[in-house]
């Protein structure tokens, strides 16, 4: 009989990789002085914003990205304690940790992109419940105070708090019922968003049902992400993980994938925009690259059950999906997103910085969590 053992971090596992936490820590101190700088002397020291512009890199990568991309939390923390599929219990908790990480990354762009950030709290006490704004922040808010009680039977557990360890795995489902009703009205409510603007955005990617495919994608891009953290997981810090795991996931891929390539191509066959997917020139070039590369490559490469039985084909196939998603929320809130007539927009280089060092400290956060708390969780034979 396979059962999953939780094992406790072991200092000996791995030499410490010194040389990487200097790069991210120099990566780190640029971002910190960059910051200095935008708080002492305005938002336009350090970047190329201006009123022609709704937002720029920090939102379609920090905000855009980085929500949909920590969706593995979710939809893994529903897999193992809603479906009850067990057999992703040793990758849940990195999954959980990896969209914890992901919302305080979007917290900290947010904090830098805000004209002032100083007053954040306020939509706690002035309400406008008619801006999907309004929704979003709450249930950022809210979503990462319950990650933060998801991960924390770590610490716990590190530290032998048996207490709390208790309390908290007394509302265990509660909690994953909580994240998985916060994502689903956070995530689609991103889309809601860009539905202020049909004027703007190019018809190939602004639909009605943009909150919906935003879902849907963010859903897709969950698994992904776990079978991508979990094969540099394991090659960076040799834990042992069965690799029906990451193939069972593939498999869901295949479905999960198909359903957002149908519903999206339908979409445009509805609104009689099909034919723009041949007739628009650059846009033209960008959703053939989005949709080809992101998702029909991928949804081929997961139903070939050699790619399943293959780390490093299974991890590949996660990238594209990945970069897919990105290339999606990069097109439809900043390349096909109209700005002011005249007015043109490339990110600052200290814009880039903001985002390299916030990235920076998620992955050394990660190194971090993973070494010294119990997060990694290990297949061991024991006896029926």
Same mark, same amino acid.
């Given at each position: ?235 960076? *810090?040799? !834990?042992? %993980?069965?690799?029906? $795991? ?5 498999? =869901?891929? #295949?479905?999960?994938?198909? @359903? ?85 927009? *490339?990110? !600052?280089? %200290?814009?880039?910085? $903001? ?5 920076? =400290?998620? #992955?050394?956060?990660?190194? @971090? ?16």
């Amino acid at each position: 009989m396979t059962t999953y053992v939780q094992t406790r971090p072991s200092r000996e596992m791995r030499p410490f990789p010194v040389r990487a936490v200097a790069i991210l820590l120099v990566l780190m101190a640029i971002g910190l002085v960059t910051a200095i700088v935008r708080y002492a002397n305005g938002i336009g020291a350090i970047s190329n914003l201006s009123d022609g512009r709704a937002w720029g890199l920090w939102i379609s990568f920090d905000l855009y990205c980085g929500v949909a991309l920590a969706a593995g939390g979710f939809t893994l923390a529903a897999t193992v304690y809603i479906f009850r599929r067990k057999k992703y219990y040793p990758i849940v908790r990195g999954a959980i940790l990896t969209a914890f990480l992901g919302y305080l990354m979007v917290i900290a762009a947010l904090l830098v992109d805000l004209g002032q950030p100083w007053r954040i709290w306020h939509m706690i006490i002035y309400w406008n419940p008619h801006s999907p704004l309004f929704e979003v922040g709450w249930c950022v808010l809210l979503y990462t105070l319950v990650l933060a009680l998801e991960f924390s039977p770590n610490v716990f557990e590190r530290f032998n708090m048996q207490v709390p360890l208790r309390w908290i795995r007394a509302i265990q489902i509660p909690l994953v019922i909580a994240g998985i009703v916060l994502s689903t009205l956070h995530q689609s409510s991103l889309g809601s968003v860009l539905l202020m603007m049909p004027d703007k955005i190019h018809p190939l990617w602004f639909t009605p049902i943009l909150p919906g495919l935003f879902f849907l994608s963010a859903i897709a891009v969950g698994p992904a992400m776990v079978i991508f953290e979990s094969y540099l997981s394991s090659k960076a *810090f040799g !834990h042992r %993980l069965d690799p029906e $795991i990451p193939a069972g996931l593939g498999r =869901a891929l #295949v479905w999960l994938l198909a @359903l957002y390539l149908l519903v999206k191509l339908a979409d445009l066959l509805v609104a009689g925009e099909f034919g723009l997917i041949f007739s628009s020139a650059l846009f033209s070039v960008l959703f053939l690259v989005e949709v080809l590369g992101g998702v029909v490559a991928p949804l081929i490469l997961f139903a070939l059950p050699a790619v399943r039985a293959s780390e490093r084909g299974l991890f590949w196939s996660a990238v594209l999906v990945v970069l897919g998603l990105i290339l999606n929320r990069f097109n439809v809130s900043l390349l096909a997103l109209e700005g002011r007539p005249g007015v043109s927009y *490339f990110p !600052h280089p %200290l814009e880039f910085a $903001i985002s390299i060092a916030i990235v920076a =400290a998620g #992955v050394l956060a990660y190194v @971090l969590a993973t070494r010294y708390l119990p997060v990694l969780q290990h297949e061991a034979e024991q006896p029926a």
